[in-house]
């Protein structure tokens, strides 16, 4: 049995223009070498000198959580769809070249100072847009950025959502120059066994790369609000705290989770092979919205729930709420929501997951010998903690 999960960072306090999608193809032959780097774009200083430092990391304790659900995917700028994501295809490790896809990668990928903490990020569009984790910038309004040439300059936090654990950077391609953009896979198509690698900034040693495999997909973690992220991928390359906010890439080099927790054993605050990534298609969705300024507004049951007899045991159910309206209490067991069977507590959570606010649900729930349906009108979880 491990200890709680750990954040993997030293302080845990329009359409997205993502790239075209890929073909999918093999992979294709190796580059010819890069060119040296030219002079360092002007504009930028370098990072501080205790970056290698960092508070000492927070511990997030896992538990049944008060309210589930993620956003609804219907909005984007201009009415219209964002931009599908490119079908993440992985392939066996020892065809994986993990040279290359760090190569490929490394210019893409930042080192993140916030306060006294680090972490790390990614960058999602050549405007300047970066990702990280909203542990990592924590109430920052801008952070300071670190390029894989050790150029630094200072970001603007775009937007936070502590949810789904994501904040959107951005930085003035003036003072930069060109960036260059990571590209979005399709997390939906993450298949365990396929390789996986790391590119972080672990204990403030910025620029390292780890590789291993997609050991598991569909987990759950506990968000930095108390709700629950869902569809998360599992993977056993070595994430340390520091990675927080960096990518997880696939054997094409392209991103399909951000890093954001590790799981411990005994007294280690280090990897044990157990990380938890946000995946991309969150990313696809959230961060959109956070560059328009929209609070993303995600549907709010109101319970917290544990594992039961052939469902999900009602622990506590939140005074006020969605489900106390509706008539659900402690001690019942919920067995079925939208229709939808429910064998574990994370059922809830995915059964309500694509609707939104406002809309109504049916949850069937087990009392003593008897079974009853009844309708939730899920509420807003915005803003709200457990």
Do not use: C
């Not at 992979?27 to 030219?38: D, F, H, L, T």
């Not at 490394?106 to 990280?132: I, N, Q």
């Not at 200072?154 to 120059?177: E, F, M, P, W």
């Amino acid at each position: 049995m491990t200890d709680p999960h750990l954040w993997l960072h030293g302080d845990p306090t329009g359409d997205r223009r993502i790239r075209p999608a890929t073909p999918d193809v093999a992979p294709p032959p190796p580059r010819e070498p890069a060119p040296p780097p030219g002079p360092p774009p002007r504009g930028r200083g370098r990072l501080a000198a205790g970056a290698a430092g960092g508070a000492a990391s927070a511990v997030l304790m896992t538990a049944a959580l008060l309210g589930f659900g993620v956003l609804d995917r219907d909005a984007a700028r201009g009415g219209t769809q964002p931009q599908a994501v490119a079908p993440s295809v992985g392939g066996a490790r020892p065809n994986g070249n993990v040279q290359r896809i760090y190569e490929s990668a490394r210019e893409g990928v930042v080192s993140v100072r916030a306060g006294s903490g680090t972490g790390t990020g990614f960058v999602v569009d050549r405007d300047g847009t970066l990702v990280t984790n909203a542990h990592v910038v924590g109430s920052s309004n801008t952070v300071q950025v670190q390029f894989a040439d050790d150029e630094t300059a200072q970001a603007r936090v775009a937007g936070v959502d502590r949810s789904s654990d994501l904040a959107v950077l951005k930085v003035d391609t003036d003072d930069t120059g060109p960036l260059r953009e990571l590209e979005l896979a399709d997390s939906d198509g993450v298949r365990t066994g396929q390789l996986a690698v790391a590119i972080g900034s672990p204990f403030g040693l910025p620029q390292t790369a780890t590789s291993g495999i997609v050991s598991g997909t569909g987990r759950h973690i506990q968000a930095p609000d108390g709700f629950q992220i869902d569809r998360v991928i599992q993977t056993d390359a070595p994430i340390n705290p520091g990675n927080s906010g960096g990518p997880l890439l696939d054997a094409r080099g392209r991103v399909v989770g951000v890093n954001s927790q590790i799981a411990t054993g005994g007294s280690s605050r280090g990897s044990v092979g157990i990380g938890f990534a946000v995946p991309s298609n969150t990313v696809a969705d959230v961060v959109p919205r956070l560059e328009r300024g929209e609070t993303i507004q995600r549907p709010f049951l109101g319970v917290s729930t544990t594992q039961g007899s052939n469902g999900a045991l009602v622990r506590e159910v939140t005074s006020g709420g969605p489900a106390q309206d509706a008539g659900i209490r402690t001690g019942d067991v919920i067995v079925r929501v939208g229709g939808d069977r429910v064998s574990a507590p994370g059922d809830v959570a995915a059964a309500i997951e694509d609707l939104r606010p406002g809309e109504t649900v049916a949850v069937e729930v087990r009392r003593g010998g008897d079974s009853s349906t009844l309708d939730v009108e899920l509420g807003n979880r915005a803003g709200r903690t457990p």
